[in-house]
């Protein structure tokens, strides 16, 4: 078995939001300089072959509604920051999971979708678009919700460094998504988000610890899970708690930054040799292999009203949200 051992980096950062689209040059800038700092630190010793970078770093939804979003902020991807993320992943010999920026394409005119990118040397090998958006307050769409949608929900993506997967903040609070990621081979769970408190890292609640170590064990694997740490100077009336982790296959803390905002990066060794020994070899607490899949039927009908319009608002996703809940109560998740 082939041995790949290195470090990763949660690169955690507190910068203002734009609110139009040059602004977003200033937040690129920062993060490759945040990707020179984390090579540089590591260099010494296992060098850092991964580094994750957290929701919203490159650009947020500081506009209520997707129509200011699509005329002031949201871009195309490829765009001139994956072309700069991929230069210095060329540069550096890493693989960079981007901050996530609100971004637009012309086969789905009037939407907006929460999207991250991995980057490496090769160019973007992904891009994820949010699946879970945080209703009612996002009006982004998901892919999922458009009629004729035709990529990959769930891409993983098998590299020099391992099978590498990412979802974004609510995402994760669905087991389902990570499950679906790991299905498809993912060994590296990686989570781009914008967790605020009270949420965070720190009890009584510290959701944000319990899904990162769940979902490392639940599917075996690496979890590498980069929090925003924006300071409520930066992102009024929000506060973001920071708290970035690493964790290893068995719900193990490798690496975590300190709980409050602020800019921190973090780094741990993961040993994708290990993971995929483990997934072999193991018997018991095998939960991907002792999966019943057929056990459930509530996974082959509608909860959530599918295939929604353009037209997306915080009153929107309320009725949305509203409708649901009906069916859940009345016992009618099966209609369509």
Known sequence: MEHIRYSVACCQTDMPNPIERKQMRANTDRILSMIDSAVAGAAPFLPVRLLVFPEFAHSAPVFETAKELIAKLAIEIPNEHTERLQ?????????????????????????????????????????????????????????????????????????????LGCAICYDWLFPETMRQLAANGAEVLIRASAYMDPWGATEPMAWWTVINRARAIENIAYVVAANQGASLKHYPPYSWPGGSQIVDYDGRMLAEASPGPGERIVTAPIDISAVRHERTSRRGHHMLAHLRTEAYPVYSKHQY???????????????????????????????S
């Not at 891009?127 to 998901?142: A, G, L, Q």
């Not at 608002?313 to 309320?318: A, L, W």
Request: proline residues 8%; negative net charge.
């Open 305 to 335: 009203p599918p295939k929604i319009g353009a037209e997306i608002s915080y009153e929107t996703n309320n009725e949305l949200i509203d409708e649901a809940k009906r069916r859940l109560n009345d016992g009618k998740n099966d209609e």
């Open 87 to 163: 230069n210095k992943a060329r540069e550096h010999n890493v693989y960079i999971q981007s901050g996530s920026m609100l971004e637009v394409d012309s086969k789905w005119p009037g939407r907006v979708f929460n999207a991250t990118c991995l980057i490496g040397p090769e160019g973007i090998v992904y891009k994820y678009r949010k699946v879970n958006t945080w209703i009612p307050y996002e009006v982004h769409t998901s892919p999922h919700d458009i009629e004729g949608y035709d990529e990959p929900l769930f891409p993983v993506a098998d590299t020099p460094i391992g099978k």
